[in-house]
C-alpha cells in the first residue's frame, strides 16, 4: 500500500473475532491482531477507515434472540463499539458503525441471499430455515438505525473530546432514472429512491421515515418515540456512499404488497450490458448521488467507501484495462461533484486486493491478483494497480488542495 501511494485503507473489525460470544469477554489475539495492524497502517502514514459491523454477527447472538430482529441488539452493538474505542480510538478517527444497513436489512431479512439468511415463502429467493419477509426487514433496519444512533451517542459523550474522531454510517446508492418518460416510471423512480435511499438518510436527517414509506408498509414499518426520533436524527458526522453502477426504474403494478420487494413495486433494470458481475462504466451515475444527497439532505460530508468494476479471476485479468477506464471516469465524476458543491471528502477504490466475493467467487475488484490456489497466497498487481500507483503520485503534485488514494483509497479537502 505505502509503495503504491495510499493513504487510507478502509477495513472492518469482526466482532466475532473480537468477543466471540457477542458480549463479555475479550479474545486476546482477536485484540492483538487489530492492534498490531492498524499501528504498522498508522507506522506507514495510512489512515485506517473502520467499519465495526460488515455482516458478521456473532452467532451466538443469532442463535440466542436472531440478532437484528431483537431490540437487546442494540445494547450489545453499543458495547462491542465500546470496547473498539476504547481500544483503537487513539489511531482510528474514522468510524463507521454498520455497512450498508439498507443491503443487509433487505438482502438478509426478505430475499434470504445475504447472513443471515431470513426469509418467508413466497417472497425469497432461497430456502430459508426462518424469517418473516413481510416485516422483518422494517425491524432489522429499524434496530441498526437505533444501534448505530446509541454507538455515535456514546462516542460523543466518553470517546470524542480526547480521541477528536468521527462516527458515521454507509448507505449503499444505487443511482436510479425512469425506465421511460411516462408519469408512472418518474413516480415510481422517486418511491425507489426514498426505498433504497431514504430509508436510511430521511431517519438520520429528519428522524423519521419517508412518508411514502409510513404510507405503503403502514403497521409492518416500526415508528420512533420521540426520544428515539432525536437520538436518530443528527447522528452522524458524515455519510458512507458505496456504489457500483446505475440502473432504470419502471413500475410494476403490483396490486398487494407482502415483503419489501413488493411494497417498492419497482423493477430494477440494467442499462446497456450490465450485468451483476460486470458493470458499464456510468459515472454521471455517482454524479447523480451526490447531487441527489446534496439537494435532499444537507450536503452533509461524504466518503465513497466503495467503488469498483469486477473482472473474471483468472490470470489473463492482469491486464485489466476496463477495470483503468471505470476507475479513471468514476474518480473524475467526483471531482465534477466536489466542485458543484458536493462536501465529498474521500474515495475508497474497492477493492485493494481480490477477495471471496459472496454474490459470485469468480469475480473479484481487487487492483492486486491474488493466487488463492497457492499456498502462499501469492499477490501480482494488474495493470490498474501500476496505473493507480502512477495517478495517486501525479495528482499529489498536480493538485494542490486535494491529495487523492484508495482503499485502496481516500482524498482529503
Known amino acids: 500500500m505505502y509503495d503504491m501511494g495510499l493513504d487510507a485503507f478502509r477495513l472492518s473489525i469482526s466482532w466475532p473475532r473480537l468477543i466471540p460470544g457477542g458480549r463479555g469477554h475479550v479474545n486476546p489475539k482477536g485484540l492483538r491482531f487489530y492492534k498490531n495492524l492498524l499501528d504498522e497502517l498508522k507506522r506507514y502514514g495510512i489512515e485506517p477507515h473502520v467499519t465495526l459491523h460488515h455482516n458478521d454477527l456473532p452467532q451466538a447472538l443469532e ?8 431490540r437487546k441488539i442494540i445494547d450489545d452493538f453499543t458495547a462491542f463499539a465500546d470496547v473498539c474505542f476504547r481500544e483503537f480510538g487513539n489511531t482510528v478517527k474514522h468510524w463507521s458503525t454498520i ?31 426462518r424469517g418473516n419477509s413481510s416485516t422483518e426487514p422494517y425491524i432489522a433496519l429499524h434496530n441498526m438505525l437505533l444501534a448505530h444512533a446509541s454507538t455515535a451517542t456514546l462516542y460523543k459523550q466518553k470517546y470524542k473530546y480526547k480521541q477528536n474522531g468521527s462516527v458515521g454510517i ?28 431514504g430509508w436510511v438518510l430521511h431517519p438520520l436527517v429528519f428522524g423519521d421515515y419517508p412518508d411514502v ?36 426504474i419502471k413500475h410494476l403494478s403490483n396490486s398487494v404488497q407482502g415483503d419489501y420487494n413488493l411494497d417498492v413495486d419497482v423493477a430494477l433494470l440494467p442499462i446497456g450490458n450490465s450485468t451483476m458481475v460486470s458493470f ?21 460530508p ?16 492482469l491486464n485489466d484495462t476496463g477495470r483503468i ?20 471528502r474521500g474515495y475508497f477504490q474497492w ?40 495517478f495517486l503520485k501525479g495528482a499529489t503534485k498536480v493538485h494542490k488542495n486535494i491529495s487523492v488514494s484508495s482503499s485502496p483509497g481516500f482524498f482529503s479537502q
Open 325 to 344: 477506464d471505470y476507475l479513471h471516469a468514476y474518480i473524475g465524476s467526483v471531482l465534477k461533484s466536489v466542485r458543484n458543491g458536493s462536501d465529498t
Open 351 to 390: 477493492s485493494f486486493m481480490d477477495l471471496f466475493e459472496f454474490l459470485n467467487y469468480n469475480y473479484t475488484y481487487g487492483l492486486y491478483y491474488v493466487n488463492f490456489t497457492d499456498p502462499e497466497r501469492k499477490r501480482s498487481p494488474k495493470t490498474s494497480a501500476l496505473w493507480y500507483s502512477a
Open 213 to 248: 414509506m409510513k404510507k405503503i408498509v403502514g403497521k409492518r414499518l416500526p415508528s420512533f418515540s420521540e426520544d428515539e426520533s432525536d437520538l436518530v436524527k443528527d447522528s452522524f458526522d458524515f455519510l458512507g456512499v458505496i456504489h457500483y453502477t446505475t440502473v432504470y
Open 63 to 70: 442463535d440466542e434472540y436472531g440478532g437484528w430482529i431483537d
Open 99 to 129: 455497512n450498508e444497513p439498507n443491503m443487509l436489512a433487505s438482502g438478509g431479512y426478505d430475499l434470504g441471499v445475504m447472513p443471515p439468511k431470513h426469509c418467508s415463502p413466497p417472497f425469497g429467493v432461497v430456502n430459508c430455515s
Open 280 to 300: 458499464d462504466v456510468l459515472p454521471w451515475g455517482l454524479e447523480g448521488v451526490l447531487e441527489y444527497i446534496k439537494q435532499n439532505y444537507g450536503n452533509p
Open 170 to 197: 454507509t448507505c449503499f446508492a444505487y443511482w436510479m432514472v425512469p425506465f421511460t418518460n411516462s408519469q408512472e416510471d418518474k413516480i415510481a423512480t422517486q418511491r425507489a429512491k426514498d426505498f433504497y435511499l
Open 302 to 317: 461524504v466518503y465513497i467507501l466503495e467503488n469498483g468494476q469486477p473482472s473474471n479471476h483468472n490470470s489473463s485479468s
